[in-house]
């Protein structure tokens, strides 16, 4: 079904279709209107102004409502599924008012009774006008206001599900639509749903629904889809279920096609229309370039992750007796997050911080792991060791929340530690976790000056520390887990202190 370009209101003569089979008033009306300034074409009939309406955009009709043929009402009905933005005014004789009614009820704005005053037909005409003129306000306002939205959410975040949802969210209010999916490239070659979204009970649609890869494929070189009725069939696998009316946009960038953004009414809803279309497609751009933005960040950040860890396998490769020191304590130190009731969000900072913990040991220009005990002035070199790490990774923005884990996991629960002195909940308890980790590990591994201890040994020294050295809580909840979790991962064929 062809869909007509908005008009361009304000910049160019509004333009008007007669319909009459009546040659005296298509006439008389089209010399009229023209005089007022209007431009205007006329039809015969129903067929004629089907055919004029394809080949140009109207922004009123002005129709019989008895024709040979294709009827007003039927013209209506045609006109409001392809060019739903037209105003129809039909005009009708005294007999065929309760017609004029319904056609109302079936969305022509007003009726004209014939015979009619030529100055009656021109104020209803500008009335019609001046509504639709106050459509496309309204639709460029909540543009407008949608964008400006999904603009300040998503440059608020740079996390991809925050851009997501925005995204969703504000397809399903602003469209009005009863349903939204994003599907994004998966790194595979392939493209994951992220959703689906549901703006009304339509709690049995799923992603399977949808045939994202017709989908992909449709807008995959910058098109939209704008499809309804029997129209929408090729992008949805269940037949029994077909949307009413589907609108799919891409998200892309100039060098990089990311996935697509679907949204589809079901039931007796109404058509998209072009000017949601339009939304779609400024809102699609605002995300895409957001979600560009958040993919390369979260390359940056794995790229970083990355030669952290590769810096922490460096510190541990310092001395044969500290190899995975840093992994374990990371293992660890996640796990008793967990315990203690932290978030996803939270673990991985901790888990992060764990695996850097002794990244400062870089600036320690010493052998840290020698046979015997170190001297007291290589013991002070050794204790800058948190503040150093803290050093290294200060520059870096988005690392700032593994810091105190770095910077005080040598802080001791009784104020007797380094490098602050801090004590009790004044230390971060992501450092907290981390000193029980490490110490754990240090304990159950070889070194140079001792062999490693059994695991019960190094249990009664952690309850020994507790309320001293360590976090009576967290050093509780380490020792009520620890038991259960070894057990589960010596099944899994690893090899743990024993
Ligand atoms: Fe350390």
Redesign the pocket.
């Known amino acids: 079904m062809p869909v007509p370009q908005p008009i361009a209101i304000g910049t160019e003569k509004p333009r008007i279709l007669v319909v009459d089979d009546e040659s005296f008033i298509r006439d008389m009306l089209a010399d009229f209107l023209g005089m007022e300034g209007y431009a205007v074409q006329c039809a015969a009939d129903g067929v004629a102004a089907l055919r004029e309406l394809r080949a140009q955009p109207f922004d009123v009709i002005v129709s019989d409502l008895k024709m040979p043929g294709i009827g007003g009402l039927d013209l209506l009905k045609e006109a409001r599924q392809a060019y739903p933005d037209t105003v129809m005014i039909m005009m009708t004789g005294f007999g065929t008012v309760e017609t004029a009614i319904a056609a109302m009820k079936s969305g022509a704005y007003d009726y004209i009774l014939k015979p009619f005053k030529v100055e009656e037909v021109i104020q209803v005409v500008e009335r019609g006008l001046a509504r639709r003129r106050l459509e496309a306000e309204n639709i460029r306002l909540r543009e407008a206001v949608s964008l400006y939205k999904v603009s300040e959410a998503i440059s608020a975040s740079l996390g991809m599900d925050d851009v997501v949802k925005t995204m969703a969210a504000s397809a399903i209010d602003d469209l009005n639509a009863d349903w939204a999916d994003i599907w994004l490239a998966d790194g595979e070659g392939g493209f994951a749903p992220r959703g689906p979204w549901t703006g009304g009970e339509l709690k049995d649609v799923v992603p399977g629904d949808v045939n994202h890869g017709a989908l992909v494929a449709a807008v995959e070189g910058g098109d939209c889809v704008l499809v309804h009725g029997p129209e929408v069939a090729p992008y949805v696998n269940k037949p029994d279920r077909l949307p009413t009316t589907m609108l799919v946009v891409p998200l892309k960038v100039p060098t990089r096609f990311h996935g697509c953004l679907c949204v589809a009414r079901y039931g007796t809803g109404e058509k998209f229309t072009e000017g949601q279309r339009k939304l779609l497609i400024l809102i699609a751009s605002r995300a895409a370039a957001a979600i560009e933005n958040s993919r390369l960040y979260e390359n940056l950040q794995a790229t970083f992750k990355q030669t952290i860890q590769s810096l922490a396998r460096t510190i541990d490769k310092m001395d044969t007796y500290t190899s995975g020191h840093s992994t374990r304590v990371s293992e660890y130190a996640g796990k008793l997050a967990r315990w203690c009731g932290l978030d996803d969000g939270k673990i991985e900072i901790v888990r992060q911080a764990a695996l850097m913990?002794?990244i400062g040991k870089i600036g320690c220009v010493m052998k840290l792991n020698k046979p015997g005990k170190l001297t007291a002035e290589e013991y002070e070199t050794f204790k800058a060791?948190?503040e150093y790490g803290r050093d290294i990774l200060e520059p870096i923005d988005f690392i700032q929340p593994v810091i105190p884990g770095v910077h005080l996991?040598?802080e001791r629960w009784d104020g007797g530690g380094y490098p602050l002195g801090l004590s009790a909940q004044s230390i971060p308890l992501i450092a907290r976790i981390i000193s029980v980790a490490?110490t754990y590990d240090a304990m159950t591994s070889d070194r140079a000056y001792r062999k490693k201890l059994s695991h019960d040994v190094t249990r009664k020294e952690i309850v020994s520390c507790s309320g001293t050295q360590f976090d009576p809580d967290v050093a509780t909840t380490f020792l009520d887990k620890i038991d259960d979790w070894l057990a589960e991962q010596r099944e899994l064929g690893r090899d743990m202190p024993q």
């Open positions: 913990h002794d060791h948190p996991h040598h490490d």
